[in-house]
């Protein structure tokens, strides 16, 4: 279990089986923003639907796999970050993130986004981590060119949404470029 610091009002969490409510409700408020870009939110209909998958997020973090963790403002659980598994051959993780609507546009997750990097880099020794985002998801966009990410290239049909396929721009930071 850890509790991060971000900065005064945010840290990360690692998420326990009795967070599913407070989870579930956070989800529930801002279902329909973030069901534009993330493709698991119709999926999650009751509080319970988020206690298997804490369990799968607290056996990845055993697992020494990286780690799911919640977000806090004050406290409060707003969002989420993560990455998803750590390839430790090669050296490489991915991470991912959301945001409640209305805690968007204080900078909650490019500072998030940084203590990530700093553990991938400084504490797990990674090379590389890659951010992927929608073409058309600007906010989520913003966030690795906020850092300097490289921009690498268009996947296409990355990801599919509910009913349609989307592209997805590929950056990466390496270790070299971070300090
Ligand atoms: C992607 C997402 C996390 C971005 O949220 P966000 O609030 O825009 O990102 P941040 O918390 O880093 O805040 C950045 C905003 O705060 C502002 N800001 C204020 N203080 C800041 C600071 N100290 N540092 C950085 N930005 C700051 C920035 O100018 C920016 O506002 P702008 O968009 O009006 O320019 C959010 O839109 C979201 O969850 N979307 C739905 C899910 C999703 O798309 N996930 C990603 C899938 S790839």
Redesign the pocket.
Known sequence: MFNLKVNEDVSLKLLEKKDAKELFDVVNDSRS??R???PWVNQMKHETDYEPIIEMWLKQFSANDGFQAGILYKGKIV?MIGFHGVDWANRKTSI????SEK?????????AVKTLLNIAFTEYKLNRVE????VE?E??K??PE?LGFKQEGIIRDAEYLYDHFHDCILYSMLAKEWS
Do not use: V
């Open positions: 923003y973030l534009e870009w993330l969002g991912g993130y959301w945001l805690h968007q546009g204080n900078g909650i997750m490019t500072e951010i992927r985002c929608g998801n906010k989520s913003a966030i906020r």
